[in-house]
């Protein structure tokens, strides 16, 4: 039996108006059950995307339509967030989840030519195209989390999340405490200010102690020293998409990591913060196709 399973959202009662319901699905990949949306044309290229930490596929929302058009795109819930099974405790890390998630397109039988990943997702496709599981045309990180915490937070950090993970009763009370003044708090910390709808999802995701559980277990077994060492082998097209007012991950970090890359740009998006695509979809929508579109005008064959 899974961890607090009677404390996990419900996809009758909890997803019964989820953002693009009818999209979503269910699958059984690398011995559990996710939640997967995909929206656009079958026979279109696929475009994978990877939430953050105590996220879901509503983090999604907006970007998801405003690049079905060009794309086949596909969303899941990672593993102890949303709707979909929970990672047990020995496969509970940035390799653990990154193997996950490529056994999960396999299953699918999607070979994404765009990768886009928001915070910690961003470091598990990272991590995922380094180990040869996934080779996207072109990775985005949003605000991604691609590096390790500075100083002393580095050790302070994973260290407070595993006590906190490791106490059966911190989710419960987490859950019991997210009304929504706490949540709408706990959003402008990341320096973003989102609508009552995606205030409310939050909410809901974080009044349950298993999504909660979730969230804190990845954190506890997040180990980026690994990833920020092998960072130079990325040999993919990578656009780290930043906004300027991000107040969980400094967008002086996209800079630092632009320069040890061997293809990377920043794009600053000035005035949004950490979810910076739930705020300004169609802008963050509208830089993603435009790397796409160079990226492949630079690869056609010049004509003679």
Known sequence: MTRMSEDRPDWERDGRDWPHRDASRFVEASGLR??????????????????????????????????????????????????????????????????????????????????????????????????????????????GALKPFPGLASILFPSMARMLFLNRMTPKIFAWTADRAAVQRLIQGTGSRIDPVGLDLYRRLFRKPAHVAGALGMMAN?????????????????????????????????????????????????????????EAPERVAAAILAEFDALTAAEAPRST
Not at 38 to 57: E, Q
Request: proline content about 8%; overall charge neutral; some cysteine.
């Open 34 to 143: 996710w939640h997967v949306q995909a929206m656009g044309p079958a026979d279109a290229p696929v475009l994978l995307l990877v939430h953050g930490t105590g996220a879901a596929t509503h983090s999604w929302r907006g970007l998801m339509p405003a690049l079905a058009g060009r794309f086949r795109v596909i969303a899941p819930d990672l593993p102890g967030h949303g709707f979909t099974d929970p990672l047990p405790a020995g496969r509970l890390s940035l390799p653990g989840m990154a193997s996950a998630l490529a056994d999960l397109t396999t299953q699918l039988d999607v070979r994404p030519v765009v990768a886009v990943g928001h915070s910690a997702g961003a470091a598990i496709l990272a991590r995922t195209c380094l180990d040869a599981r996934l080779s996207p045309r072109l990775l985005v990180a949003l605000n």
């Open 222 to 278: 997040w180990n980026l020293d690994a990833l920020d060492r092998a960072l130079p082998r990325l040999g993919v097209r990578t656009l780290l998409v930043v906004g300027s007012d991000d107040k969980a991950v400094a967008p002086d970090t996209a800079f630092a990591v632009r320069d040890r890359l061997p293809d990377a740009r920043v794009e600053l998006m000035r005035g949004l913060g950490h979810l910076a695509h739930e």
